[in-house]
Structures are given as C-alpha cells and as structure tokens.
C-alpha cells in the first residue's frame, strides 16, 4: 500500500505578499495531492482563533476533511495544529496531546483507516526554545510508547530545530526515521529543515521532497514537505 503524505506550515493563509488567501494555500494543496496532511498555524491567533481553511471551503473545494478535535467551534486543530484526511477515510480516534511549553503549544494525534491500512498521524509545532523542544519530543515520544498497540506512525511538522542532528532531531531519531525533503525554509530563499516527516519502522520511504511551485513560494513563509510511503 502507498500513502503520501505533507507537512504545511501555512502562517495562517498569509503569503510573503503579505495577503491572506486561504484559495492559494488550497490551490498548492491541491497540487500535492496527499492522502494524509499536517498543518500549523492553521487558525488566527487572537479572538476565536478561527480557521482559515474554513470547513465550507474544504468541502466544496478540495478531496479532504478536517479531523474535528472538539475544541473551539470556529478553528480547524488545536493551538494552530491540524490534520486532514480524504474524504474516503475513517476517523478511529483523536485527540489533543499537551506539551510542556513556556507560551501556548501542543500536538494533535489521530488513527484512520486509509484503505485496508490504520494509521497514526501526530502533527506537531514546536517551540522556538531548544531547551522546550527536547521536553516536547520527550512527550510525543511518551505518548506514543505508552500505546499498546502497534501502529504504523507518521510524525510531521515545523521543529524549528536549525541544527541537522542534534537537539530534538537525535531524540526523535532513536525510534524514527526521517524522510530526506530538503530545505524549506524561508519559501522565498530556503535553506533550513524546519519541516519534517518522521515514520516508524513499519514504513519505506519511496520518494520525499519539498513542493515548489510558484504558488508554494508565495502562498506561506515555508515551503511545504511531502513523502510518497509503503508499508513493509
């Protein structure tokens, strides 16, 4: 089975124009055309922190839908985090997972059965601090020990980790592999790996990169990621 997969940090629909336009954040969406994608920054900040990518758009205009978290009415994830899945797919579990943190941050986790395959996708945004990012892998990693049950896992989201091995990247590292995507950020210019796609041992990673395109560059300040996978 292949599933592909993006990560997204969107900036809440606001370009490096400095325009929101939630349309071309789904127009490069819909050119990468995953089966599983992760977003940050996906609602506005202040007031009701609602979503950009509202659920009327994503209906009417896209082959996905939102994983609901039960949170605030008007926002699509939690602490700007979310997940979306085709429409095809069914939503086994969910949930928000709290992180230590200074300022405001989490992770969302869901289980879907994406054909005859479950999956667990966990989106994640984490601090700027090094100190407060390893502490954040350390309860993702947690969380996901603490289930029983084995389940083919992909881990995705904007690290903020500048280093290429060290900090959270070696704690992450000692049980999951990363896809190699490359540089993708800043969009305009990118030269650091602030976006990434981790998977556990169930998965191969036939083809990674970072999507390009003239929309991409000026839809977000980060260059969105992607993996094509199979299960072994």
Known sequence: MRVKV?????RK?????RRRSPERVLQV?????ADL?????????FGQRAAVLTPHLLDEHSDWKPVSLGMRASSLGWHGNAILVRKAARILDCE??????LEPRGAVMAIAAVGDATIRIIGMHLDLSGLWRRRQAAAILAHVGSNGETIPTVMMGDLNEWSRAAGCLRDFGGSFRFADTGPSFHARRPIARLDRIMVSSEWQIAACGVHQSAAARVASDHLPIWADLTLS
Do not use: C, K
């Not at 994608?37 to 900040?45: C, F, H, P, S, Y």
């Open 13 to 17: 629909a606001i370009g490096t124009d």
């Open 37 to 45: 994608v992760a977003l940050q920054e996906a609602d506005r900040r």
């Open 29 to 33: 969406l819909r050119e990468i055309d």
């Open 6 to 10: 993006a990560s997204y940090n969107i």
């Open 96 to 101: 928000q997972l709290h992180l230590p943190a």
